[in-house]
C-alpha cells in the first residue's frame, strides 16, 4: 500500500502553499480587521487553475480528484483557513453547476467561476433550518418565465459580496422531494442581504443573510431537474467535508510548526522550553495526531473518488475526526505559547477562532456521528 503523494500532487501542494505564504499570509490579519477578502485575489486564484478544481476539463476546470482538492486546501490554510475554507464554498457551487446545469447556464456561468471574475455562494441553511436543511421553507413560485423566490438564507459566506448565489428552494411538496437548485444574479430584482454577522472567527469572510422578496429568477437558471435539489446539495457537501476538513489539518499542522519555533526561543528555568520532557510529549501528541488525521482524511478523498459504497459515511467520519483534532491541536499549540498565545500578534489566536466552526458548518459534527451510525446500523 503506498500512501506517498505523486509528483504531481506534490507540486500542486507546494503550488499552492507557495501561493498562501506569499499572498495571502502576509495579509490574513489585516484582512480579518477589515472584515473583507480583497476581489483581486480571487483571478490570481482562478489562474492558478483552483476556481474550478473539480469543474471537468472539458467546461474548462481543472479536472481534479477530490484528492487533489484536499491538497490545496490543506496548503492554502496554512496561510488562512478563512480565505482556503471561502475557496471550497466557490468550488462546491461550480462543481454543482458543472455537474447537473444546463448547457446554456454552464456557458454563461462556469467561464467567469473557473477565472474568477465571478464569485459564488452556496444557499442552503434558512434561519429555522440547519441541520434539518430539509425542512427549508424559502419558496419558489413558478411563473411564466421562471420563478419568483420570497424567503430568507442564513449564514451565507459571500453574502452581499459575491456574484452568484447556487440556491436550494422548494418548488413543490414538503421535504426532500419539493426541493430545487436555482442560480441567483447578484443585483437581481428583490435580492437584498442582512447586516453584517460579527463572528468569533472567518471574520475575513463577509457573511450575511441573504433575502428573497419576489425575487425573479429565469427558468434558464434552474440547476438540473426540478425536486432534485436535495439531492445535489447533499452530493455537493461530501466534497466540502472533505474540504473543511483539509482547512482544519493545514491550520492546525501550521500551527504546530508555529509553536515549534516558538519554544525554541522561549526561555525557562535556563533553558528553551522545547527543552522540557513534558512539553515534548504535548508536540509528540499532536504530530501523531495530525498525521493519523492526514491518513484518513486521504483516505476518504480516495473512496469518493473511486465511488466507494461507504463514501459519505466515510467523508462524515473524515469531517469530525480532522475538524475535531485540528481544534484540539490549535488549542494545545496557544497553550505551550502561554500568554503570548492570547495574544494576536503570535497569530494562534486567530487559527483557534478561525477553526471552531468548521465543527459546526457542511453539517454539525452531531450530524456527522448520525450518519455514520446510520451507516452502520443498515448494514
Not at 492554502?76 to 462543481?95: D, E, G, K, Q
Request: glycine share 12%.
Amino acid at each position: 500500500m503506498d500512501f506517498a503523494l505523486s509528483e504531481e500532487q506534490t507540486a500542486i501542494f507546494d503550488m499552492a502553499h507557495g501561493f498562501g505564504q506569499e499572498a495571502i499570509a502576509p495579509n490574513a490579519r489585516q484582512w480579518e480587521a477589515e472584515g473583507t477578502i480583497p476581489k483581486d485575489l480571487w483571478p490570481q486564484l482562478g489562474a492558478l487553475g483552483f476556481g474550478g478544481l473539480y469543474v471537468s476539463e472539458e467546461a474548462g476546470g481543472a479536472g481534479l480528484t477530490r484528492l487533489d482538492a484536499t491538497l490545496v486546501f490543506e496548503a492554502l490554510s496554512m496561510a488562512c483557513p478563512s480565505v482556503a475554507a471561502f475557496l471550497s464554498i466557490h468550488n462546491m457551487c461550480a462543481r454543482m453547476i458543472d455537474a447537473y446545469g444546463s448547457e446554456d447556464l454552464k456557458g454563461r456561468v462556469l467561464p467567469g467561476a473557473v477565472a474568477m471574475t465571478t464569485v459564488l455562494s452556496y444557499c442552503l441553511t434558512e434561519p429555522g433550518s440547519g441541520s434539518d436543511a430539509a425542512a427549508l421553507k424559502t419558496r419558489a413560485e413558478k411563473t411564466n418565465e421562471g420563478y419568483r423566490l420570497t424567503g430568507t438564507k442564513a449564514f451565507i459566506s459571500g453574502g452581499g459580496y459575491s456574484d452568484g448565489y447556487v440556491t436550494m428552494v422548494r418548488t413543490g411538496v414538503d421535504g426532500p422531494k419539493g426541493i430545487s437548485t436555482v442560480y441567483v444574479e447578484a443585483g437581481s430584482d428583490g435580492l437584498s442581504f442582512g447586516g453584517l454577522e460579527d463572528k468569533m472567527g472567518w471574520k475575513s469572510q463577509p457573511t450575511r443573510q441573504v433575502q428573497f422578496d419576489a425575487c425573479p429568477v429565469p427558468h434558464g437558471n434552474l440547476v438540473g431537474t426540478e425536486g432534485d435539489g436535495f439531492k445535489y446539495a447533499m452530493a455537493g457537501l461530501d466534497g466540502g467535508r472533505l474540504n473543511i476538513a483539509a482547512c482544519s489539518l493545514g491550520a492546525a499542522q501550521q500551527a504546530l510548526t508555529q509553536t515549534l519555533q516558538y519554544m525554541g526561543e522561549r526561555q525557562a528555568f535556563g533553558q528553551s522550553i522545547d527543552r522540557f520532557q513534558a512539553l515534548q510529549f504535548r508536540l509528540a501528541d499532536m504530530e501523531t495526531d495530525l498525521q493519523a488525521a492526514r491518513i484518513f482524511l486521504r483516505q476518504a478523498a480516495w473512496k469518493l473518488d473511486t465511488g466507494a459504497p461507504d463514501a459519505t459515511a466515510f467523508c462524515a467520519m473524515a469531517k469530525k475526526l480532522v475538524t475535531e483534532t485540528g481544534s484540539r491541536v490549535a488549542d494545545m499549540c496557544l497553550q505551550l505559547h502561554g500568554g503570548y498565545g492570547y495574544l494576536a500578534d503570535y497569530g494562534v489566536e486567530k487559527t483557534v477562532r478561525d477553526l471552531r466552526v468548521h465543527q459546526i458548518l457542511e453539517g454539525t459534527n452531531e450530524i456527522m456521528r448520525l450518519i455514520v451510525a446510520r451507516h452502520l446500523l443498515s448494514r
